[in-house]
């Protein structure tokens, strides 16, 4: 059985809204203020998971992402549009603009079940997804890289939640002025 891993841009106090500034709000793309080195390559070590496992993204995320890296020639560029992808979205129809990528049929809960059967899954930005697994209590890792940036207001990673959740720390990487740390679901969780 695969993992669900959710990887993230996030503020010191928990913002994932606009950190490439694409979305144009006012505080937008605060991730990229500090250089390229943090925000460019395999930053959450996907590793493997980039050559075995899928990625479901959100129409936003997959459109910008296809954009930027299927015209570009290095690695890291080359395996993401080789990689698996699915894509929710209730608007496309046609998702042959990035290769590899398909429609999610159905609903996406009941996808990445399927899909995490056999590989890991993969969640690159796409709150709305992580929104959705988050809800299903089906997400076994989040690789976050924080940012040295307070912004106050934006869409919050983790919604306000009825019952706590605990996560363990698997590991921490400076990457330049970010920290890439990965969090685990803690043992008797799911």
């Excluded at 990229?32 to 050559?51: E, Q």
């Amino acid at each position: 059985m695969g993992r669900v891993i959710v990887s993230q841009f996030i503020s010191l106090d928990g913002i994932v809204t606009d950190p490439d500034g694409s979305d144009r709000t006012p505080a937008g793309g605060w991730a990229f203020r500090h250089g390229r080195g943090p925000v460019a390559g395999d930053k959450f070590r996907l590793g493997s998971i980039l050559d075995t496992g899928v990625t479901v993204f959100g129409r936003t995320t997959w459109e910008l992402l296809g954009r930027l890296l299927s015209p570009r020639t290095d690695d890291f560029s080359v395996r993401m549009t080789k990689m698996a992808k699915l894509v929710a979205s209730h608007s496309l129809t046609d998702v042959s603009g990035w290769a590899n990528s398909a429609l999610i049929e159905g609903d996406v809960v009941d996808a990445v079940r399927a899909e995490r059967e056999s590989r890991d899954v993969s969640v690159v930005g796409s709150l709305s997804v992580v929104r959705v697994l988050q809800a299903a209590d089906l997400i076994d890792e989040y690789r976050l890289m924080t940012f040295p940036t307070v912004l106050g207001a934006g869409e919050r990673l983790f919604p306000a939640a009825e019952a706590p959740i605990h996560l363990q720390l698997a590991s921490t990487v400076q990457n330049g002025p970010a920290v890439l740390t990965t969090y685990e679901r803690s043992a008797g969780q799911g």
